[in-house]
Structure formats: C-alpha cells, structure tokens
C-alpha cells in the first residue's frame, strides 16, 4: 500500500484525556481514533493488526477442534432469567435496552446462555461430546472505570470458547489442551516468556480457574510469579492452602504487575442444568455436560503489544501480528532515479507476497523516519541517493535499531520467511 493513499495520517499529540500509552500512540500513530472514553474505532492499519492477532487466536483454537459461530449481540432476557444472571445486582455493567413493544434487551457481555441454549437442538448423545464452539465478537461492558485506553474498552473484542464434554474427566482433557493452545497463541504473539498460567478463584465448580497474565509495569493485576514452575497465583488467592496446593513458598514468588489476556474457567453443569441441557449416556440415563469457558481479549491483547514493546520512538510490533512486514521509504529529494527504483523494489516486493508500506510521500526524510518508528513495521527498507550509490538498500530493525545494507534478492528471502 502507498502511504501517500493511506487516509490516515500521524499526529504530533494525542487526545488530552487518554492517559494510557497504549492508546496515546495508536491514535497517534492512526491505529485507531477515540470516539468516547473506552470506545475506540479501529482504522484500517489497527484493523490490520487486530485481524493478524485474531487469524494466530483462530488457528489455535481450530487446531484443538473449536468450531467458529458468531452468536448475536443482542441478547434474550429469558435465557438469562433462567440462569439468574438477568438481574443488575448480579450483573452490573450491562448495556440494557427495550424494543419498541417494552420488552428488554441487551448486548452481550458474555455469552453462556445463548451458547448453551443453543447446543439444546444439537447435543443429544454421549457420542455428540466432546463439543467446543468459540466467536470472536464484540462485547459491551459498562465499565467503571476506563483509564486503561483499549485494554480496558467499554466495547471490546473478545475470543469466547465455550466446550461441553461427557463426564468431569472428559472436561478436564479438554480444559488443558485448551490451556496448551493458549500458550502457543501468547508465544506466537512474541510474549510467551513473560505471560503466565495464574492461578485464579475457580468459583463454585472448581478449585482454581487459570488467568494468563502478561507481565507489565502498567497492569491492573497483582500477581505472584514462579519464576522455575513458569505459574503465578493471582493476589486473591495468596493463601498458605493454594501455596501448598502448587507445591510453593512464599518466599520464592516474585510479586508482578500483570495485565489479564485470557482466562479459562470450568463451570460445571451450572448453565446446562439452568437451561435444561441434557444428552443421553451410553447406559440411556440423562446427563448435563459438564461446560468450560475460554476468553481471550483480542483488542486488549493489541494493546498490550504495545505497551509492552513500544520504545520512546513508538511502537515496535511483533512480526506475526505488524500490520505490514516491511516499510519502504524513499529519500527521493524530487530524485527521478531514486523515485522509480524505490518504485521497482515496491512492484517486487507485492509481487513477491510481501505485504508493505510504501512511503512514497513528498515529505522531509526526517518526517518519514519519525513517522516510521512511531508505526512501528519491524523491518524498514530506504532507499536514497546515497544507498543506491552504494549499490543496496539499506535495512533498519525496528526494534535492535540494528542496520546494514542488502540486495533485493536477500530482503525478499529474509522478508518470505
Ligand atoms: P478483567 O478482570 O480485566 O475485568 P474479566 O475477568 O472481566 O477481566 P472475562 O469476562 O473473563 O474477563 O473476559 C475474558 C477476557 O476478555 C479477559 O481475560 C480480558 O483479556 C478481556 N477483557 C475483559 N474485559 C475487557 C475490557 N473491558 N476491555 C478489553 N478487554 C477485556
Ligand atoms: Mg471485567
């Protein structure tokens, strides 16, 4: 994509109310625009980068069997009623409204209910589970508090996976090869080494429920690392039983601030015996399936990129989730030379498959190099008098800063793979 077509365009200073870097320098950067506090639209180069993160989240999900549906957003009060979640003493950040006819609604927050209700048509015999069905969809919270830009959005993208299995140890098979698949996202993502399986109140179904909290000066969490078991335990459960529970002592945990990107919950037969969720047994007597839940903030997990890799130039994305893999700028000074050889390499990288920025604009070198760091593409190409008298292009890593000159043929290899 030519820069010079690119709708959006940096800005010096960003919104006076938005205290959180993150958003600071996606909105600078044109990621996204704040249309109130914690609502943001997402611009086509965040929407780039949203979609890279939620494709690496499908994949990992479709490869443990979860099959997409994308429920809607609008919600059936009776469903709710059942479970007793309908009520704003139990709930308290709903988005409600009426229809025209005074009937209530709302937008979905979560979506249990509609999930289980819906599996009623299909989930009938034991040979039916184990089942897991997952969206990514947006999700309405009325937040109290919205300082964190959008890792804490009053609309926001969730991944929810939803699993039914036969029997509790059925349940428990599925519940970690989810939890496997939850690390291979957050090391795809670049933050496999400092996002840990924490353990969390589990509620009534079962002991502990597992938080994947990503270390970060910024979080909201507390939490308490083991550095050698690669765990946590979230500040709430820092008790002596959960302690020896994990087999550790205090004084070998290191307490963190962390930011919650997903979590996985059992939830028993709760919402399939609210709903009346049966299936039949292979002796022929009737069961509930035993239910476990798996989010993923999507648009948190953006993010948190950023705020855990930007630098004081902006931000520095990871390669599998950077809205393009490389940025071409050219230094042309009105140079006809420079001008088509920047524009051969462009024509040759798309046609190689490798999806790039191409700053073509009419702009001082200085601004497009101010601008690039703060868009952050891992891997800068210039191309300027002086690397084409020295017979190359000169390759700049966003992140080490590390530079050297290359040939086409090798950026092309390196930029493939
Ligand atoms: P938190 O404790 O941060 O409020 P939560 O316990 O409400 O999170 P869930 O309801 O389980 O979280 O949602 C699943 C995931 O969705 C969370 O792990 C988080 O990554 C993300 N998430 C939750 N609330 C928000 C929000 N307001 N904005 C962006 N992402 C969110
Ligand atoms: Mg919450």
Known sequence: MRQSELFTKTRKTAPKDEVAKNAQLLIRAGYIHKEMAGVYSFLPLGLRVLNKINDIVREEMNAVGGQELTMSVLQNKELWEKTGRWSDEVVDNWFKTQLKNGADTSLAFTAEEPITNIMRDYLNSYADLPKLAYQIQWKYRNEERAKSGIMRGREFLMKDMYSFAGSADEHEKVYEKVAEAYVKIFQRLGIGDRTYRTFASGGVFSKYSHEFQCLSPIGEDTIYVHEGKKIAINKEVLLPEVLGDLGVTQEELVEQKAIEVGNIFSLGT????????????????????????????????LGALVEVFADEKGIVWPESVAPFSAHLVAISSGNEDVIKEADRLYELLKDSGIDVLYDDRDVRAGEK??????????????????????GGIERVDRQSGSTGFVQDSEVVQQLQK
């Open 270 to 301: 709760r919402f399939s015996d609210a709903l009346g969720l049966k299936f039949k047994q292979k002796d022929g007597s009737e069961a509930a399936p035993v239910m476990g839940c798996y989010g993923i903030g999507t648009s948190r997990l």
């Open 369 to 390: 190099f101010a601008d690039s760091d703060l868009i952050g593409i891992p891997t800068r190409l210039v191309v300027s008098e002086k690397t084409m008298s020295e």
